[in-house]
């Protein structure tokens, strides 16, 4: 019982996070897109004439999806077809169990820690999981029965396999930096401080493996500038162009959970995780009194900046449009100047007075925050990246796999033992 | 607990091999075979040794098994219609299975001695692992990965499109 009910909180809290950031990420990126391309973004869809700048945009899908026809294309495989969606999703969401948030959460004496399952041999589920993640799309691909789907589906596969090669030598690299495959180790090792004030994280201690692993990532999960199996002008939409209704909503918010995981990988492995760089655990609980204000005083004076800025723009671009649309850095707006009013009333109330089991709890927030702030800066370079780069072309995905990728990744490995023999 | 699980595992791997044998596809054969392999990586983690079990996973279910279903996707193209005739076209299949489960039930009265011990501690974690396989273990460990090395260059051989060696 002291194990079940924690563990199903924990996996609430993660599925919550995850979930609730598919339709932000959704919006993200076609407002993303539409802020890089110069346009709006689509904005048009309203609830009772409220538009929240288009965020009802994820809602409106999630309706059209679900009251559309479930089509099934002829000659398709009816098992493989029906399981290709679930698989895919399924998969997704696997990861999560080994990647720590936060370090532990101190409640009534009892520390609980914050992942799901401490697996002694984290990086190793990781990559049997990322390995498994394949199926789904090849199924998909295959059992539509549509020769841009099996097309999509075979450029995905060996895709996958290229890259999980270089993933691998890349996550060796951070494996024998920090002498573990847990990873909640490895997250707790970054934390320290390198000739005392350089923070210990992957990407100082493995810059090459760093790069290595995000370009892997990138086309682990097929996003530009690695989306061949999708490619629009060649192949229709890829693996999952004969689905429609719930299966295609499937598949749409697997790329965005699977977005999430690498951003989560990325940040545990390469930018400290929880930790938040000069300022560890122990120096937050026993300065709470200092740490915490200053904070609270940064944050609203980040927010107002923010929010000044974007009602300058509201008020720059009053006649662009002339209709609804040049409200909306309003919107970006109010959301800013709520965050500096919260942080102007928590300064009132004084919390870091309430003694040392609300600063453990309040250290606990912070790094949680640290972490998802980090995944979600990582969410928004995928987005960033996709709309800036264009798409590769297949033999040069393979020529930078294999030939350039994968040595690198090798002589990688070789220096990073020599050093850690020689230190 | 633990019994539930292993009956679990063991009743979906075997599911899993049966429907692997009988399916008329040959693409959903494979599928069916991963599954199997997942759920024997179950069992695997339920006898102490979680690396093996990840190791299956990693390898066997997640590696081969993918090469596997991209050779036989190729092979048999988008089109669904399988040649492949039912196990039950075969009669002899019924005197071998009648020689293995006499052979399991021999099996099954044979007491395992010096393996029904427990298992040491760690002993199936990493690092059990990497200290039998990098030490005890390491001259048979090197020269797998030498028979390894010897199999891709004759891949490499193979698929190069030059007349001859590729060097």
Known sequence: MSVVVPSLLKITFLLTIILGLVPVLIWVERKGSAFIQDRTGPNRASIAGIRLAGLVHPIADVLKLMFKEDFRPEGSHKFLYALAPFLVFFIALLTYAVIPFGDFIEIAGVQYNLIVADLDIGILYVLA?????????????????????????????????????????????????????????????????????????????????????????????????????????????????????????????????????????????????WNIPWLSRDVIVSNVGIVMPIQLGLQFLLATVIALLFFMRAKREKNKFGDNRDREPVFMGVIATLSAAGAVVALGATPWTLGPGAASIYATLLQVGAFVGKVVFFCWVFIWVRWTLPRFRYDQLMSLGWKVMLPLGLANLVVTAIWLALV | MEAVLFYLFGALLLGGAIAAMTSRSAVAAVVWLIFAFVNAAGIYALLAAPVLAILQILIYAGAIMVLFLFVVMMLQGPTLKSELKSIGDRKWWLPVGAVLVALLNWMHGVSLEGFTNDAPAGFGEIKGVAELLLNKYMITFEMISLVLLVAIIGAVALASNKKGMPW
């Open chain 1, 129 to 273: 999981i990322a390995s498994l993640g394949t199926y789904g799309v090849v199924m998909g691909g295959w059992a539509s029965n549509n020769k841009y789907a099996f097309l999509g589906a075979l450029r995905s596969t060996s895709q996958m396999i290229s890259y999980e090669i270089c993933m691998g030598l890349a996550i060796m690299g951070i494996m024998m930096v920090f002498s573990s495959l847990r990873l909640s180790d490895i997250a707790a090792g970054q934390g320290d401080l390198i000739w005392g004030f350089l923070p210990k994280w992957g990407i100082v201690v493995q810059p090459i493996g760093a790069i290595l692993f995000i370009v892997a990532v990138f086309a682990e999960t097929n996003r530009n500038p690695f989306d061949l199996p999708e490619g629009e002008s060649e192949l229709v939409s890829g693996y999952h162009l004969e689905y429609s209704s719930l299966k295609f909503a499937l598949f749409f918010m697997a790329e965005y959970c699977n977005m999430v995981i690498g951003a989560a990988l990325i940040t545990t492995l390469f930018f400290g995780g």
